[in-house]
Nanobody, 114 residues
């Protein structure tokens, strides 16, 4: 069963940057698109960014131009580079295979506050 371990979150001031990492277990990682999601307190989980097997990317309007998703198939890793962070980016961030009903990892908390 595939599993994901997210890391790299923390407390950052508005305008700051963070790089999140997601380590995926299991084989055939490169055969799947990957996505980052986030869930703010009291809100539903939302899709933030996705990357296809070919490296094409897509972003939610709220993060477009500020976040960059990337992947390293050799390491089974997915990354989310976040810049110009805003308080509304505060959430727990998760990764998952695109379009698959995988179990959620523990996520990584991102808090944007002065």
């Amino acid at each position: 069963q595939v599993q994901f371990v997210e890391s790299g979150g923390g407390l950052v001031q508005p305008g700051g940057s963070l790089r999140l990492s997601c380590a995926a277990s299991g084989s055939m990682f490169s055969f799947y698109g990957m996505a980052w999601y986030r869930q703010a307190a009291g809100k539903q989980r939302e899709l933030v960014a996705g990357i296809s097997t070919a490296g094409s990317t897509a972003y939610a309007d709220s993060v477009k131009g500020r976040f960059t998703i990337s992947r390293d198939n050799a390491k089974n890793m997915v990354y989310l580079q976040m810049s110009s962070l805003k308080p509304e980016d505060t959430a727990v961030y998760y990764c998952r295979r695109s379009g698959m009903i995988d179990p959620w990892g523990q996520g990584t908390q991102v808090t944007v506050s002065s």
